[in-house]
């Protein structure tokens, strides 16, 4: 018996109808931070592809990734500032 080739594209257009998260968004609450289990809980907002539904959520960071994302928020206020006082010009993918 072979597949039915409508049968899987129908299958792909009722996946593509329903609504998957585009993306996150940090949201205006403090971060938590549980110092037994090491770990912070930063509120975020998921948007979804059909831009109706939104969702609250929380992005979970183990200490080693607090690290990483501070240094690396760092890098991208600096290169912001350097942007606005001058520093750099040309648009390019500093990040």
């Known amino acids: 018996m ?4 409508n049968n899987a594209h129908r299958h792909e257009q009722q996946a593509s ?5 585009t993306h996150a968004t940090p949201m205006t609450r403090d971060l938590i931070y549980d110092h037994r289990a090491q770990q912070a809980a930063l509120p975020v907002q998921l948007h979804h592809s059909d831009s109706s ?3 609250e959520s929380v992005l979970i960071l183990t200490p080693s990734e607090m ?3 501070a240094i ?5 206020i600096k290169i912001r ?8 010009s040309l648009p390019r993918d500093d990040l």
């Open 81 to 88: 500032e350097d942007y606005r006082a001058g520093l750099r």
């Open 17 to 21: 109808a329903i609504p998957h998260v």
């Open 53 to 55: 539904t939104e969702s």
């Open 67 to 69: 690290e990483l994302y």
């Open 2 to 5: 072979h597949p039915d080739p």
């Open 72 to 76: 690396q928020i760092e890098r991208a």
